[in-house]
């Protein structure tokens, strides 16, 4: 990428690898799976939506692999989830660490499907292809977590309006940067701060979608 373009903050970035991971950590542990099972969780939880980007769409290294202290994270998260199994999986489940979670998606998602969008511009590729990789950016990760765990992914089941709302501030980031020729790092955050607002929103009123086809009332 460019100096110009948005770029999440390198802080941020391994905060919210290791809560990602931790998060998937309890999954594997949960689903009573071995230390690498719960590893391979863990990375797919955090890195899925960025390995199928860059392995799949753009056929480039992934970027976890060129980063040396991603994996370390990765397994930082999977070895103190596993050695105390116990005292921090009830912890984690926590109503104010699960808000902590959520907050943390709430800024991750949209902030790493931009990146995954210009990554996606350098490559020339059509734009409903950019806005694709950028939604699949954000959502990869918890959809490779639960096909491995053998789970009906979230992404697929009713809910809130996630992927619907990413979709949406994905057209707004290009609409910015291609139609009124904003600088990439105020649209970025402006995107960022959209999704935030929209998610805030859809989880007070408690919108959800609905399935396409509604069982017959008996």
């Known amino acids: 990428m460019i100096d110009a373009d948005f770029r999440v903050p390198f802080l941020f970035q391994h905060v ?5 991971a931790v998060s998937g950590a309890v999954v594997g542990i949960r689903k009573r799976f071995d ?3 719960v590893f391979v969780v ?5 890195a899925g939506g960025g390995l199928v980007r860059d392995a799949l769409f753009l056929q480039r290294t992934p970027m976890f692999l060129l ?6 994270i990765v397994a930082g998260a999977t070895l103190l989830m596993t050695l105390f199994t116990a005292s921090l999986t009830s912890v984690v489940q926590g109503e104010a660490v699960s808000k902590f979670v959520d907050l943390i998606d709430a800024i991750g998602t949209p902030a790493f499907a931009v ?3 210009q990554l996606a511009q350098e490559h020339g590729i059509p734009l409903f292809s950019v806005v694709f ?3 699949a950016n954000g959502v990869t990760g918890g959809l490779l977590r639960d096909v491995v765990v053998r789970d009906v992914p979230t992404l697929l089941r009713p809910g809130q309006f996630v ?3 990413l979709l949406a501030v994905c057209g707004l980031f290009l609409a910015l940067t291609m139609r009124a020729g ?3 790092t105020l649209a970025g955050w402006i995107t960022v701060g959209a999704y935030f607002t929209l998610r805030v929103i859809a989880v007070s009123f408690n919108w959800q979608t609905r399935p396409v086809l509604f069982e017959p009332k008996q």
């Open 16 to 20: 919210a690898t290791f809560v990602w």
């Open 35 to 37: 230390i690498t099972g």
């Open 42 to 46: 863990a990375l797919l939880s955090s």
């Open 67 to 72: 980063d040396p202290i991603y994996l370390p």
């Open 115 to 117: 990146v995954g969008m």
């Open 133 to 135: 990789v950028g939604v």
């Open 163 to 165: 992927s619907l709302t």
């Open 182 to 184: 904003m600088n990439p």
